[in-house]
T-cell receptor
Framework: DSGVTQTPKHLITATGQRVTLRCSPR?????VYWYQQSLDQGLQFLIQYYNGEERAKGNILERFSAQQFPDLHSELNLSSLELGDSALYFC????????????FGSGTRLTVV | QQQVKQSPQSLIVQKGGIPIINCAYENTAFDYFPWYQQFPGKGPALLIA?????SEKKEGRFTISFNKSAKQFSLHIMDSQPGDSATYFCAATAGTASKLTFGTGTRLQVTL
């Protein structure tokens, strides 16, 4: 157990729907990162939050949004889902605003049908 | 310029062999190069990392070789074991960016 908890582990939904993925960081970690892992694109950085504020943004679609709450857990919201959004979504956390290494959770597998 | 190119895509070695996975980068601002190991159903886990001021780093059976002038780095697994069968990702990041740019992964299978 890495200490980073992601729920749910699996999610199957239809095109056009909206889903929310949840992440609880390791105790004491203030930064949360979201990555998307697909077969053709590998691991792609989506977004980072530090202590409730957005710090860095990657190739995140406008249909996707995230936030980090006062208790430091984070949610990734995916809307108007398309078949191509099917992927593994990983959350990671680290202690500081800027860290070279961080701890990944086990991921949420999203299947859009 | 942000890409990290990784090869091979897959690799099969016998137990005790030394698999080698190679990565190349273009962005000279990258200053930290970690390797991650991922087992099925799990998230990537940090294995070993190197900075460009050293040419080699060893941790147990895992060694990173770094060639700054060629902008290449590689992972060697000594005395490989079936338990090393996993997907390995190289990555790179620059300064205080925190964002990791990952290679496409190498699926390693170590046979008995």
């Amino acid at each position: 157990d890495s200490g980073v908890t992601q729920t749910p582990k699996h999610l199957i939904t239809a095109t056009g729907q909206r889903v929310t993925l949840r992440c609880s960081p390791r105790s004491g970690d203030l930064s949360v990162y979201w990555y998307q892992q697909s077969l053709d694109q590998g691991l792609q950085f989506l977004i980072q939050y530090y202590n409730g504020e957005e710090r860095a943004k990657g190739n995140i679609l406008e249909r996707f949004s995230a936030q980090q709450f006062p208790d430091l857990h984070s949610e990734l919201n995916l809307s108007s889902l398309e078949l191509g959004d099917s992927a593994l979504y990983f959350c990671a956390s680290s202690p500081r605003r800027s860290d070279y290494g961080y701890t990944f959770g086990s991921g949420t597998r999203l299947t859009v049908v | 310029q942000q890409q990290v190119k990784q090869s091979p895509q897959s690799l099969i070695v016998q137990k005790g062999g030394i698999p080698i996975i190679n990565c190349a980068y273009e962005n000279t601002a990258f200053d930290y190069f970690p390797w991650y190991q991922q087992f099925p159903g799990k998230g990537p886990a940090l294995l070993i990392a190197i900075r460009p001021d050293v040419s080699e780093k060893k941790e147990g059976r895992f060694t990173i070789s770094f060639n700054k002038s060629a902008k290449q780095f590689s992972l060697h697994i000594m005395d490989s074991q079936p338990g090393d069968s996993a997907t390995y990702f190289c990555a790179a990041t620059a300064g205080t960016a925190s964002k990791l740019t990952f290679g496409t992964g190498t699926r390693l299978q170590v046979t008995l």
